[in-house]
């Protein structure tokens, strides 16, 4: 099976049953499918050179240590490169190393959270939609989600102050908000500065935590201000989770989770439980490549390229999609995502979609509350471009024939 | 922190508080102490140029999709060559690839099966003493415990059977029995034949589960029968865990869990919310080491250094240790399970050690019943022979003195 298909499989999951989703895979693979689903980096981009001659390096001088053990947090010189990359690349102060957990992929980061925070029948407060593997990964603790609308500035942090006052009211626990505020999963949209503001005053004023899932926020392609929330906050309330997986390669599995100390001692000891350490080799891997200036050289071809499709993608959604239709402008990132006319149900859509040669993601898992069933999440990072006007052409013709 | 260390303290956080383990270290790294305790194989014997070879042609020509996501279960050519490598290493028949779910090391298989498994208050059933990493990953589901003495020949069967027999009148949900059976840790011992049959047995008669944890089945230094409990296995009763680890290097961070394809697919389904999946590099290069031979033929060196290393510190225990202390006798593994007289407390003893500059880990965490407090774990698998000498030496002295 191809790798496109695993995420996107892990999308279907939420509303499919294991037997439609093979009946859908067969399809999938019988019709040679141009997929815009998955949200996966271009392996062309992937800085192959580079990494040949520093994992060559690393295994010949330093191999003893890079294919031994590591401490849980990571590898304590990998974390003292972080401290000095977060700070460059994001304007993030990290006290010191001990304030970062080296995790595999950002996803390990929220499933600690998870495990960490979320008794059962605590709130966690998510955007409308959110990134659905998230939405999982919270979901095996049991909270109460409570999602909250976006709109062009992404959350609404105004609605999201009325709920908060109406949960305080009911004695709710009000644990986390959990938020991707630069180029979101699954719209693209990027929340206001101003809106970052609002939003730890809120926090601040009612007493929850911030989990700020960044790992897009290097990803820009357009000049606007994307300082992260954890950079805004003084109080400690944000606990901020990145990746490489978008920057540098996503099968090193490396990501991390940046907080107070006190918090990142128990998720070390969470962490020591699920897996001891993310793999030593890959931590040496992703410090060379800091080291270097790989990423940082690498990165704006990363961005051109991904602007580039993006543009083809809104130009290909102009030209083929019918009135009533409307979609995201994102500034980086992944992802376009369309609200079509209502009585379109895209998870219905979706075979039909297939048997014509294209697959997406239908909008409905990514919403906590179980609306946006006429939403879908295209992806415009892993296509070509030649496939990304193919398959836009072809959902634009399906969606009109539809509407008839 | 040395990495030893890192090992080290995650076997003292089950019964010290933070403050103590940071004095400890605070002495540890100020006296350069000799470590007897962690789990950790010699670095040196890593197949450093083999890894190098195989890493940079990895990269050179597959690195598009050794860097980029993989299937949740692991990649699917590893794992296909992996059906054919448990086969020929340990006996054991692997339907199909399906039935493998490659993992962040044979510690993310146990925290998935206890995340799978255990529902608070079910049954589950430990050696006594037990690996203790496992028993921490298992105690975060709240099971109840129920520990089984083990003798010479591993694990007492026809206690656990009595246990069952109680167990059940009882009314108890017993879910699995969690075993080491080949050179076990902590203490060295391996389970007769007649044993693992009989267990098997109990398991169909009483219907519960075992999971078989063999991450030492290929570092046997005897000739002894170690078939594994899997290959003995006619009704999917066992849950198969193993790693490279110990035979290739810890640093890759994998393991590998092999079970029926209902449950592995359950599996995958857990593991998807943990981290997507196991570094597709990490995948890469085993595969290749296994496809090239390096693992096969680097073993015999590995056995022949440890089996050296053994005889050195049975040797040393014998000349050093006085009478009323006895100790096990390993046919392979890392390490060797020391029973003192009850009047000396390991864990009472151990900063006095670390004083004299030797560190070892007290058996007490290891048993579920708290039991055990006599009892001393030593590896052998580091340390220098020199080391090995001087440590029990020093260990030696202070037990004498202790008994004064």
Request: hydrophobic letters at 40%.
């Amino acid at each position: 099976m191809s790798v496109q298909y695993t995420r996107f499989l892990s999308n279907l999951t939420a509303f499919m049953r294991a037997s439609e989703i093979r009946e859908l895979l067969k399809l999938i693979e019988k019709k040679k499918v141009i997929s815009l689903a998955g949200g996966i980096p271009d392996p062309s981009l992937f800085p192959i050179d580079d990494l040949t001659k520093i994992t060559q390096e690393i295994i010949i001088n330093q191999g003893q240590t890079a294919l031994q053990y590591a401490p849980t947090k990571g590898v304590t010189i990998f974390r003292e490169t972080l401290v000095d990359f977060i700070r460059r690349m994001r304007g993030i102060r990290v006290p010191n190393p001990e304030c970062i957990v080296v995790t595999a992929g950002s996803q390990q980061a929220l499933d600690i959270i998870g495990r960490v925070f979320i008794n059962p029948g605590d709130v966690v407060l998510v955007e409308l939609p959110s990134y659905l593997a998230a939405i999982n990964a919270f979901r095996v603790y049991n909270p109460l989600f409570v999602g909250i609308p976006m709109d062009e500035n992404g959350l609404r942090t105004d609605i999201l102050e009325e709920k908060l006052k109406i949960l305080k009211n009911e004695g709710k626990n009000i644990k986390f908000l959990y938020t991707v505020p630069t180029a979101h999963n699954p719209t693209g949209l990027t929340m206001s500065i101003d809106r970052r503001k609002h939003l730890i005053e809120l926090a601040n004023k009612y007493d929850f935590l911030i989990v700020e899932d960044d790992v897009y926020g290097s990803l820009i392609f357009e000049n606007v201000d994307v300082t992260p929330i954890k950079a805004l906050d003084k109080n400690g309330r944000v606990i901020y989770v990145s990746s490489f997986s978008k920057i540098l390669a996503p099968g090193l599995r490396l990501g991390y989770v940046v907080a107070e100390e006190p918090i990142t001692d128990i998720f070390e000891k969470a962490k020591q439980s699920l897996d001891l350490h993310a793999s030593t080799l890959s931590q040496f891997i992703a410090m060379e490549a800091i080291r270097r200036g790989v990423i940082e050289k690498n990165l704006p071809r990363i961005r051109s390229e991904y602007r580039k499709k993006r543009d083809i993608m809104l130009d290909a959604l102009e030209e083929n999609f019918p009135k009533g239709c409307s979609w995201s402008r994102p500034i980086g990132g992944m992802f376009i995502f369309i609200w079509l006319p209502e009585q379109i149900k895209t998870h219905e859509l979706l075979s039909k979609a297939i048997e014509r040669g294209v697959v997406y993601v239908p909008g409905r898992p990514f919403f906590v509350d179980s609306t946006g069933e006429n939403t879908m999440r295209l992806s415009y990072s892993y296509p070509s471009e030649e496939n990304i006007r193919k398959g836009v052409g072809i959902l634009g013709s399906l969606i009109k024939e539809e509407l008839k």
